[in-house]
């Protein structure tokens, strides 16, 4: 079912597991070759940093001379008894927990622990007290009865990939029993990106199509495609987190469009499945991408983005005059050519800054530098005299430049509103721009 425009599913659930990604090699551990079960691909490999460098740091205390404890254990009949000797790994982790706390991999490993679902179980199955009411505290102790449960009673610490695997999936089924997990997988036109792949946080990245495995057939094709990949879970009493699902991708789509002039967007149909099972189809409620050129983004810039997309997504108003301005906007990207494009780019630009007069002074009062404000505003005018002729078909093609130009201005006062460099109070803003224009300059003093 489709999602409506303000981000929400109509109807239906869907989601992930069996859902792959390749990429490039980490250690001991590449994610392209994570279990098709797994559910938390982002803490796996978190978890398989710290267990690396704890490894290697525990291995060389012992090298150093600390040493295992160990606990003389009877075996065999009373008559004949036999005599083993079980290493107290668990004695010995724990005198080490303090070192192993300032390993660099530590608070990252930490932290992805204290966000599962359904900690204290997973606590609880490895015969640990759960701290109540502290999840930094669950999240240590955790820690530790995982990496007491890989080694177990072993008297060397090296990381055994078949190993962590076996412990990994406990972990999982103890936390993520009666959650519903999920993924979207939602293309996205016009954004080439260099890497592989561009986490965004939250279970959201942008991956290159060529990495991904097990998808759909209408997804194949195109190597450097970018697909958006949504990770969702819901614990049981939960609604279904597919219903979150619109909302993130309709303010990722924001973000892009917001972030560069080819106006990268999402594709008319999404793809979504759960709990591993078959793939859906889901029409989004979205327009289409005129063909404006594509947006290359360089591994310099994924940081920017990741910080970008996390602050639209953040403050982007719900209702008022600046949504109902954005909303408009975001239809404008979506029209087929730029003369549909322009009643749209019009009513934002107005309900930001006023009658058509006074929009035309103040838009080019925020974004012209003084000397071309006057030749920015005379253009916008003339854009305005063109909304007429695109209603009645009497079209000058030489002039899609300046609506483009419309759309370019309303996109970079947009963005800086939302980033907070722009006072909301727009019109007023402009309004004093002007004020201070039109003062006389103060005599200079010979």
């Known amino acids: 079912m489709p999602w409506s425009n303000d981000g929400r599913m109509k109807s239906g659930a869907i989601c992930p597991t069996g859902l792959q990604v390749r990429v490039r090699a980490r250690g001991a551990c590449p994610a392209a070759q994570n279990s098709q079960r797994m559910h938390n691909r982002a803490l796996h490999d978190t978890l398989a940093a710290f267990v690396e460098e704890a490894a290697w740091q525990l291995a060389e205390e012992v090298a150093a001379g600390a040493e295992v404890p160990f606990e003389l254990m009877e075996q065999g009949r ?21 070192m192993l706390e300032r390993l660099p991999s530590y608070p990252a490993a930490r932290k992805g622990l204290e966000t599962l679902p359904n900690l204290g179980a997973y606590l609880i199955a490895r015969g640990r007290r759960a701290p109540a009411g502290d999840r930094r505290a669950q999240g240590d102790a955790a820690l530790e009865a995982f990496i007491t449960a890989l080694w177990g009673d072993a008297t060397d610490f090296v990381y055994d990939r078949e190993r962590f695997d076996q412990v990994y999936n406990e972990l999982e089924e103890a936390v993520y029993d009666g959650c519903s997990l999920s993924v979207v ?21 942008l ?13 194949h094709g195109d190597d450097y495609a970018t697909i958006a990949v949504l990770h969702l879970e819901s614990a049981p009493g939960e609604s279904p987190a597919l219903e979150q699902a619109g909302r993130r991708l309709r303010r990722l789509q924001t973000a892009l469009r917001l972030w560069d002039d080819a106006e990268p967007s999402l594709a008319p149909v999404a793809w979504a499945r759960t709990d591993g099972g078959p793939w859906m189809s ?29 602050l639209i997504a953040r403050r982007t108003p719900r209702a008022g005059e600046l949504a109902w301005a954005l909303r408009r906007f975001e239809l404008g990207c979506e029209r087929s050519s730029p003369w549909e ?46 909304e007429r002729a695109a209603v009645t078909g009497r079209l000058d093609t030489g002039l899609e430049d300046h609506v483009e130009e419309l759309g370019s201005n309303l996109r970079a006062i947009l963005r800086d509103v939302l980033c907070g460099h722009l006072d909301p109070a727009l019109r007023t803003l402009a309004d004093g721009i002007l004020a201070s224009d039109e003062q006389p300059a103060e005599p200079t003093a010979f």
């Open 207 to 219: 991956v290159r199509g060529s990495t991904l495995l097990n998808t759909p057939t209408d997804l």
């Open 341 to 386: 494009a322009i009643s749209d780019w019009l009513l934002s630009a107005r309900a930001l800054l006023g009658d058509d007069e006074r929009m035309c002074d103040r838009l080019a009062a925020i974004c012209a530098a003084p000397e071309d404000r006057d030749a920015l505003a005379r253009r916008l005018r003339d854009t305005v005299a063109l």
């Open 282 to 310: 889901v029409p989004l409620a979205t327009g289409l991408r005129r063909m404006t050129g594509d947006c290359l983004l360089a591994p310099e810039e994924e940081d920017p983005l990741r910080a970008f997309c996390a």
């Open 185 to 205: 997988l939602a293309p996205v036109e016009g954004l080439v990106i260099d890497g592989e792949e561009v986490a965004l946080g939250d279970g959201l990245a």
């Open 78 to 98: 009373a008559s004949a008894p036999l005599y083993c000797y079980r290493p107290l790994t668990d004695r010995f982790i724990a005198e080490h927990l303090g």
